[in-house]
């Protein structure tokens, strides 16, 4: 028999409060940086986003995306 098998799975532990709190709050800076480069990008003239190379229906697409994605 292999005796393998008969080994328990040490316990899964919950993160604690604090690992949540750090992670809820990277989270929520990260939606704030999408909204800021969003809102300047929606901003930029035909002539800039050529320079950077975005076309118009490139930033319609970015532009139409919800602020968590």
């Keep these: 028999m292999n005796r393998l098998l008969d080994v328990p799975l040490p316990p899964t532990r919950k993160p604690s409060l604090l690992k949540r709190m750090t992670w809820l709050i990277a989270a929520i800076g990260q939606c704030m940086e999408k909204v800021r480069t969003r809102r300047l990008l929606a901003q930029l003239n035909e002539q800039q986003l ?14 139409d995306k919800p602020f968590w994605r």
């Design 50 to 63: 050529s320079d950077i190379g975005i076309s118009h229906s490139d930033r319609l697409v970015e532009l």
